[in-house]
């Protein structure tokens, strides 16, 4: 089973941009593993915000964005707000769709 | 509206037995699975296991194979997750969510988009 690593923290500015990266140690993140962003709170269930490595849901505020960067899964916030501050974690779909391995999940700071 | 609601809170002795249940509604259970995940206690999450309600067929992650049976009832909507011989490092809330593959037409996507509220089982003796 494939470990899937991510940035442990990261810390933006009101109003700033920051990217969250995702590797996977079987190689480079592709489409084919559909890669998920979810968003967690303390005390709150996590909440899906990307999908399918650029899909976003109808909830999902237009600031976040997903891509493929370097050979990893990235999620983008293009101006944060205080609100985002959260654990993000990563899911991709690995062995023929067959598993879900999670990232260990990257904390983000708005300071 | 899609709605996953689990069952209370546990408390079991190490060896025991537990079943969490997911009951669904506001939408097609026989044509989504059903994911479940658990976080232990200021740690991450983890992916236990997938059930598709329409075949019954499972896939778990290897570390709950023999431990682990996931089922679903249709006629009631809901899943269920049984966990046996607990230990201590099962303390975690659990959580079920709706996982979604679909394809149109050559463009597929999966996504585990609406998850219930969580569910404490704390082991202990």
């Known amino acids: 089973q494939a470990v899937v690593t991510q940035e442990p923290s990261l810390t933006v500015s009101p109003g700033g941009t920051v990217t969250l990266t995702c590797a996977s140690s079987?190689?480079?993140?592709?489409?084919?593993?559909?890669p998920s962003w979810l968003q967690q709170k303390p005390g709150q269930p996590p909440r899906s915000l990307i999908y399918?490595?650029?899909n976003k849901h109808s909830w999902t505020p237009a600031r976040f964005s997903g891509s493929l960067l370097g050979g990893r899964a990235a999620l983008t916030l293009s101006g944060a707000q205080p609100e985002d501050e959260a654990e993000y974690y990563c899911?991709?779909?690995?062995?023929?769709?067959?598993?879900?391995?999670f990232g260990g999940g990257t904390k983000l700071t708005v300071l | 509206q899609v709605v996953l609601v689990q069952s209370g809170g546990e408390v079991k002795e190490p060896g025991a037995s537990v079943r969490v249940s997911c009951r669904t509604s506001?939408?097609?259970?026989?044509?989504?699975?059903i994911s479940w995940v658990r976080q232990a206690p200021g740690q991450g999450l983890e992916w236990i296991g997938w059930?598709?309600?329409?075949?019954?067929?499972?896939n778990y992650a290897q570390r709950f194979q023999g431990r682990v049976a996931l089922t679903a009832d249709k006629s009631t909507t809901t899943a269920y997750m049984d966990l046996r011989s607990l230990r201590s490092g099962d303390t975690a809330v659990y959580y079920c969510?709706?996982?979604?593959?679909?394809?149109?037409?050559?463009?597929?996507?999966?996504?585990?988009?609406?998850w219930g509220q969580g569910t404490l089982v704390t082991v202990s003796s």
């Open positions: 079987t190689g480079a993140v592709t489409s084919e593993d559909y």
């Open positions: 969510a709706r996982d979604v593959w679909g394809c149109v037409g050559t463009t597929c996507s999966r996504t585990v988009d609406f």
């Open positions: 899911l991709l779909y690995q062995g023929g769709r067959q598993i879900i391995v």
């Open positions: 399918s490595t650029n």
């Open positions: 506001g939408f097609d259970f026989t044509t989504k699975g």
């Open positions: 059930i598709s309600p329409y075949s019954g067929n499972t």
